[in-house]
């Protein structure tokens, strides 16, 4: 892609911001984008081999500002392989592996992630936090939502809240509630030009102006839900300074109890990545902004059982059916702080965080894809598991589980819904791995295994 295959408006604005390194960073179009991935840390620190085998066939080497993402070679294609699916690692361009890091989450924190799809960072935030503590993932378009929710079950997160809301109304629900935030603001996307020509057409200076805009309102809404010493990261996918400098200098001028801690650009011709920019913020201990409104005593006091006039005393019930269950066929397995949570006949567990207590104004009528861990669907006299459950769990914590070699043609099978043979004396729900990777649920009897992997994840190539 050469210069003149770039918005003229950019290409100006470009050269009078790099200057001399301008020749350079146009140079980089000709060069082939960088491909990563990056290592899911609750799967990753227990499966040595498999980590083994796609260090050697991915010919992986190391992103230099993540310790657990890898370029790997173009010729490869690791969103096919039976590891991805068991979410041992997230498909995630290099440089936007740099806002995690520079946030820099702690487990036991409550963590937000603003505008969290496809969930690249929300996967990066749960690694890091070791599934203690509480994260919410909000996506406001419902269908980039729905994919987010995807990757949060694929890569086995217990403790994540999937929502789909303004921001403006997560503010007005969390108002000085969050430890740390991470803003991947929406922006003009130029540091995707080389990944995505289609951000090119998109691109117009009177975008860009729309982008700061959009982005302003966020941050405000950011801002005011951060706790005193809480840390923003706000971070974009662009180049110009109206987007990040600029907006940076503006957040600080608003809010005086904010201080900038890092900032750091990563740059196509300088890096092996895309365009990235990170600036990191720390609320100072008694600092706090205007139009916050922490939820009263009585409302925390309330706890996270009630929603849309569930009654507490079914969410037990129906609690107390799953454990029935688990004590048969996942007697190993143990939740996390928090509290049982129905959507209709779908049982969630709902995380509580260390310290935190869900008030009922900050659940009703929020609109809610992921209730932290969906633990079963409930079904006339039956407990079935959910897809969910499966990727969360471990081979040890089943009472049956079958491991299928990732190059097997009984790995392919179970991807693609076919039922598989067994031992003829299993008998109840199997978790079925892939060198020791958790893919789904089968039910087995009689020395077959009827597959249960959800309809829309099957793979039929």
């Not at 939502?145 to 809240?161: C, P, Q, Y």
């Not at 007005?172 to 991947?184: Q, T």
């Amino acid at each position: 892609m050469g210069k003149e295959q770039l918005p003229a408006d950019f290409v100006s604005r470009m050269q009078e911001l790099l200057r001399e390194e301008s020749d350079d960073f146009f140079a980089s179009y000709d060069m082939p984008r960088t491909q990563g991935l990056r290592l899911n840390l609750l799967k990753a620190e227990r499966a040595a081999e498999p980590v083994r085998n796609i260090l050697r066939d991915f010919r992986l080497t190391p992103v230099p500002w993540c310790d657990t993402g890898y370029y790997y070679d173009e010729t490869v294609r690791p969103g096919k392989h039976p590891y991805h699916t068991a979410g041992l690692y997230y498909i995630q361009e290099p440089s936007a592996m740099s806002a995690v890091e520079l946030l820099d989450p702690q487990p036991g924190e409550t963590i937000l992630d603003l505008a969290a799809a496809p969930g690249g960072k929300t996967s990066h935030i749960a690694s890091k936090m070791a599934g203690r503590g509480l994260l919410i993932a909000n996506e406001i378009h419902p269908e980039r939502a729905r994919i987010l929710s995807e990757n949060v079950e694929r890569m086995g997160i217990s403790n994540a809240v999937v929502t789909s809301a303004a921001p403006d109304e997560l503010s007005r629900r969390f108002a000085g509630c969050f430890d740390r935030i991470m803003l991947d603001a929406p922006c003009s996307g130029e540091g995707m030009f080389r990944k995505d020509p289609g951000a090119i057409e998109e691109w117009s200076p009177s975008h860009v102006e729309l982008c700061v805009s959009r982005q302003w309102d966020i941050v405000q809404d950011a801002c005011a839900m951060l706790k005193p010493g809480g840390t923003l990261a706000y971070s974009t996918c662009t180049f110009n300074e109206d987007e990040n400098e600029n907006m940076v200098q503006r957040i600080l001028a608003r809010y005086p109890e904010l201080q900038l801690c890092g900032m750091k650009r990563l740059w196509p011709h300088r890096e092996r990545g895309e365009g990235h920019f990170v600036a990191v913020l720390v609320k100072n201990a008694e600092g706090g902004s205007a139009g916050e409104q922490p939820h009263t005593e009585a409302e925390s006091k309330r706890g996270g059982k009630s929603r849309r006039g569930d009654k507490p005393s079914a969410e037990r019930s129906a609690l107390e059916a799953f454990k029935a269950w688990a004590e048969q066929d996942l007697p190993g397995h143990e939740l996390p702080p928090g509290a049982p949570l129905l959507f209709g006949d779908e049982l969630y567990w709902l995380p509580a965080g260390e310290g935190w207590s869900w008030s009922e104004h900050q659940l009703r009528g929020l609109k809610i894809l992921r209730a932290g861990l969906h633990l079963a669907h409930l079904k006339k006299n039956r407990i079935e598991p959910a897809h969910a459950l499966a990727m969360a769990s471990k081979p040890e914590q089943a009472a049956r589980a079958v491991d299928l070699p990732p190059d097997s043609a009984e790995v392919s099978a179970y991807l693609r819904g076919e039922t598989l043979s067994v031992p003829a004396d299993y008998k109840g729900w199997t978790l079925v791995t892939t060198d020791g990777l958790p893919l789904g649920w089968g039910k087995a009897s009689g020395g077959q295994l009827k597959n249960h992997l959800p309809k829309g994840l099957r793979q039929f190539k």
